[in-house]
C-alpha cells in the first residue's frame, strides 16, 4: 500500500492485532441441537446468516428453558458478530436491535471490545474477499470444512486503521445495508397490498352479489371455470452444455431454480449466470418475458417470481406467459393462490416435481378480461415499484460490494465520502 492510498493519516498508524486482542469475548455455539417450538426466542442457525446478515424469516423458536441454556456462556447482545465456522465456513451476520436470539450448532459469538474494534467494521472486515479466503485457507476436516475456534481466537487482523476510522467505514458500508433493507421491507407491504387486493377481488369475491354454482363451488355470475392454459402459454426451459464454453458467460441472464427462490423476491433481477445466443439455440430454450410467471417446477418445487427482464430459464423451472400483457400480474397472483392445491398435485419418486401436464390440468376460476385488466390497472404502479427497488437494491449490493474492500484497505479514503453523493439510480 502507498503512503497516497493510505487513509489513516492521523496521529496513529495501522496496527495487527490477533481477534482475541480486539474482542472481550469469543465464545463457541452449543454441540447439539435445541429442541424447537412454535414461538419464543429465535433460534438462528448457519442457513440464517448470509451477507452479513440475520435473516429472520424463516428462522425456528426455542423455548425459556432451553434459551437460558444454551445462552450461559454468553447471552448475544445487540452489536455482537456471529460467524459459522462450519456448513459453511466464513457467513457473517450481527445481532440487530430489539432481538433476545439464541444459536444454533456451528456458529461463534465474537464481541469485540469497543475501544479497539467497532462492530460494524468488524462486520464488513470479515466479508471481504481476503479474509474470507484465509478463513478457506484454515479450514480443516475430512467431511466437511471447519474452522477451529483456536485458530479464529489467534486470526490476525491486519492493518487495523483506527477506531475513529473503523468507525467510519462501517457507517459508510451500514448504509447500503440499511437502504437495502428498508427496501425489502417495503417490498413486502407493497406485495401483501396487491396480493390482498387479488384476494379481495378474486378469492372472496367481495365486490359480487350475485353467485352460480360450479364444480370450484360458488363463483360470480360472470365467472367461469377454465383451464389454466386458457390464459397462459407454458415455456420450459433447458440448460446448454456445461462443458461447452462458447454456450456460456453471454448477454442472456439465465434463471434456474436457486435465482427464483433467491430471498423470496417478487422479481428475479440478478442469476449467477449467463448464456450465449449459441447456448440458448443449443438448449432449446425459449425466452420467458419481462413480467411472466416463473415457477420451480424440480428440487425446490413451487417457488414464484417475474423477471425484471427478459430471460432464459433451465430445465427446473416453467414460464407461464399470458396471451394478454394485462393478465401477466393477475397470473402471478393466480398462481400464488392456487399453489397448495397444484403442490398437492406434483408427482415424482424422488423429488416432487411440476410436470406440463399438471399445469395443463390445472383448473382455475376465470374473471371476465375487463376485470383482470382492472385490477392490472389496479396494481401496475405497485408492482413495478417493487421491481425497481429490487433492482436498486442490486445495484446498492455492487457498490456495497466494491467498495468494501477499497475502505478496509485504505485505497479509498474514507474522508473523501459523503453519504449525500451515495445516490443510486434503478434504471436496468
Known amino acids: 500500500m502507498t503512503s497516497e492510498q493510505q487513509t489513516f493519516d492521523t496521529s496513529g498508524e495501522a496496527r495487527s492485532l490477533e481477534l482475541r486482542d480486539a474482542t472481550t469475548h469469543i465464545v463457541d455455539s452449543e454441540h447439539k441441537s435445541a429442541p424447537e417450538i412454535e414461538e419464543g426466542y429465535p433460534y438462528v442457525k448457519t442457513s440464517d446468516i448470509e451477507n452479513g446478515r440475520i435473516h429472520f424469516e424463516d428462522v425456528s423458536y426455542v423455548g425459556e428453558e432451553s434459551y437460558e441454556e444454551w445462552t450461559r456462556r454468553l447471552n448475544p447482545e445487540p452489536g455482537d458478530i456471529v460467524l459459522t465456522r462450519e456448513a459453511p465456513v466464513g457467513r457473517v451476520g450481527i445481532v440487530p436491535e430489539g432481538k433476545q436470539i439464541c444459536l444454533g450448532q456451528r456458529t461463534v459469538l465474537i464481541r469485540p471490545n469497543p475501544e479497539i474494534l467497532d462492530n460494524q467494521f468488524l462486520r464488513y472486515l470479515l466479508l471481504t474477499d481476503e479474509v474470507q479466503n484465509r478463513f478457506e ?15 479464529l481466537r489467534s486470526f490476525e487482523l491486519r492493518d487495523l486503521p483506527r477506531l475513529e476510522d473503523q468507525k467510519k467505514i462501517g457507517t459508510i458500508l451500514s448504509y447500503f445495508d440499511e437502504k437495502i433493507k428498508t427496501n425489502q421491507k417495503i417490498n413486502s407491504l407493497l406485495e401483501e397490498v396487491a396480493r390482498s387486493l387479488f384476494e379481495y377481488r378474486f378469492v372472496d369475491f367481495e365486490p359480487y352479489d350475485s353467485f352460480k354454482d360450479s364444480e370450484r363451488g360458488q363463483i360470480p355470475d360472470e365467472f367461469e371455470v377454465a383451464g389454466l392454459t ?51 439455440e443449443e438448449s432449446s430454450t425459449e425466452i420467458a418475458p419481462k413480467n411472466s410467471t416463473i415457477i420451480t417446477a424440480r428440487g425446490t418445487v413451487g417457488e414464484l417470481a417475474m423477471p425484471a427482464f427478459d430471460m432464459a430459464i433451465n430445465q427446473s423451472c ?71 427497488n429490487q433492482i436498486e437494491n442490486r445495484n446498492l449490493e455492487s457498490l456495497r460490494d466494491t467498495l468494501l474492500p477499497k475502505l478496509v484497505s485504505g485505497e479509498v479514503r474514507v474522508n473523501d465520502i459523503s453519504l449525500d453523493d451515495l445516490e443510486v439510480g434503478s434504471e436496468v
Not at 137 to 151: C, K, M, P, R, Y
Not at 336 to 360: C, E
Not at 362 to 387: G, M, N, S
Open 137 to 151: 485457507a484454515l479450514s480443516t476436516g475430512s467431511t466437511v470444512d471447519h474452522l477451529n475456534l483456536s485458530d
Open 230 to 280: 386458457d390464459i397462459t402459454d407454458v415455456v420450459l426451459g433447458g440448460t446448454p452444455d456445461s462443458s461447452e464454453d462458447s454456450y456460456w458467460g453471454g448477454d442472456i441472464v439465465w434463471a434456474k431454480a436457486k435465482d427464483v427462490s433467491n430471498e423470496q423476491e417478487a422479481f428475479i433481477s440478478e442469476t449467477e449466470k449467463n448464456i450465449t445466443e449459441k447456448g440458448l
Open 318 to 388: 416453467y414460464s407461464l406467459v399470458s396471451e394478454r400483457e394485462e393478465d401477466r400480474y393477475f397470473v402471478y397472483f393466480l398462481m400464488d393462490a392456487i399453489l397448495n392445491n397444484l403442490m398437492s398435485r406434483t408427482h415424482g419418486t424422488v423429488f416432487d416435481t411440476i410436470t406440463k401436464r399438471t399445469l395443463n390440468e390445472q383448473d382455475v376460476v376465470l374473471p371476465p378480461e375487463e376485470d383482470r385488466a382492472k385490477f392490472h390497472d389496479q396494481v401496475t404502479a405497485t408492482i413495478e415499484q417493487i421491481r425497481e
